[in-house]
């Protein structure tokens, strides 16, 4: 009896980097669906509903990622899909970008990506289950000028999450990679976004895209890798 109760719950989804952009919306629209939401941000400035919850969590941290996936499933019990959203950008040539600049993209796009999927896989494995999406960047496979580290944090992300998907098929886990084209969020600056506004996809297109893609990858089909661009091509 107590197993089926279980399978009845809803779904428990950790969203990081939930306060705006592509993570807000995927909040927002998690709600929506009913699922039970941890989402988190370093300021933990996101609003609690009775699907959404906020948690503290800078990816950065290790200790940080640590307390929080302590927490969520102190909790919620058991957490069922990953979504690895958190990132940062400076958009600089390679010899202009700092040591903090660089320090800061690669501890959160690449290392906070990897800390917060050693956090749930070891449950995930026990259970033989679990979904974790990451989002990239079409940075990762397309040549950009201005983002050379932040390229390189995006491309690195995707070559692990693609080993990833090959060590954890055994067990049940499915991994899906989506690589999101000029999307009108923060990570652009107020100017580019005044300029290429008409041309940018919008946080909730991807954020649809991220929950079909989950919802389609049941039973033994995986959607394992998405890339989403404007329909007017890259900026």
Known sequence: MKEQHMKK???????TGANKGIGEALT????????????????????????????????????????????????????????????????????????????AMLDTNL??????????????????SGVIVNIHSVAAIKTFTHSSVYAATKAGTLAMSRSLREEVREFGIKVIDILPG???????????????????????????IVWQAIDLSSGAALLEEIVIRPQLGDL
């Open 28 to 103: 927002e629209q998690g709600a929506t669906r009913e699922y039970t939401i941890a989402a988190t941000s370093r300021k933990n400035s996101i609003a609690e509903t009775h699907y959404i919850h906020p948690f503290a969590c800078d990816v950065s941290s290790a200790e940080s990622i640590g307390n929080c996936y302590n927490e969520i499933i102190g909790k919620f019990g058991h957490l069922d899909i990953l979504i690895n959203n958190a990132g940062v950008a400076t958009f600089k040539r390679l010899w202009e970008i700092s040591l903090e600049e660089a320090d």
């Open 9 to 15: 719950k809803k779904k428990v989804v950790w969203i």
């Open 111 to 128: 290392r906070g990506s990897w800390l917060c999927i050693k956090a749930v896989l070891p449950a995930m494995i026990e259970r033989k």
């Open 182 to 208: 000029a999307t009108e969020t923060e990570i652009w600056d107020s100017e580019s976004r005044d300029e290429f506004r008409q041309r940018m996809m919008q946080p909730d297109d991807i954020a649809k």
